[in-house]
């Protein structure tokens, strides 16, 4: 298992942006299938992107397609979400989750992950 902690949140004005990082301490990062999820209060954990083992492939949820950008640097055990253009729906905890193998719609599910961060906080101000 990995121990994954999330940071870079805060507060921002719509249309502004910001770069979440997931620090990640374990033996198998580079193995693993990594993926961004955000919730709010009272929603459910809604699907944002996910970075196949290697970086080869990528995929978003639509609401987000063409503004975030998902990355990992496994020689530093990091994945990024990178943000922009941020509106207020935005606003959320954000999750990093690390899981096994994970391929087509499965990478949108969040009971894919098998390990997950405690969130950070992005406030995106109207």
């Known amino acids: 298992q990995l121990q994954l902690v999330e940071s870079g949140g805060g507060v921002v004005q719509a249309g502004g942006s910001l770069r979440l990082s997931c620090a990640a301490s374990?033996?198998?990062?580079?193995?693993?299938?990594m993926g961004w999820f955000r919730q709010s209060p009272g929603k459910e954990r809604d699907f944002i992107a996910a970075?196949?083992?290697?970086?080869?492939?990528?995929v978003y949820g639509d609401s987000v397609k063409g503004r975030f950008t998902i990355s990992r640097d496994d020689a530093k055990n990091t994945v990024y979400l990178q943000l922009a253009d941020l509106k207020p729906e935005d606003t959320a905890v954000y999750y990093c989750?690390?899981?096994?193998?994970?391929?087509?719609?499965?990478?949108?599910?969040?009971?894919?992950?098998?390990?997950w961060g405690q969130g950070t906080q992005v406030t995106v101000s109207s």
């Open positions: 374990g033996r198998t990062f580079s193995s693993k299938t």
């Open positions: 970075i196949t083992w290697g970086g080869g492939s990528t």
């Open positions: 989750a690390a899981g096994r193998l994970i391929v087509g719609r499965a990478l949108s599910r969040p009971n894919s992950y098998d390990d």
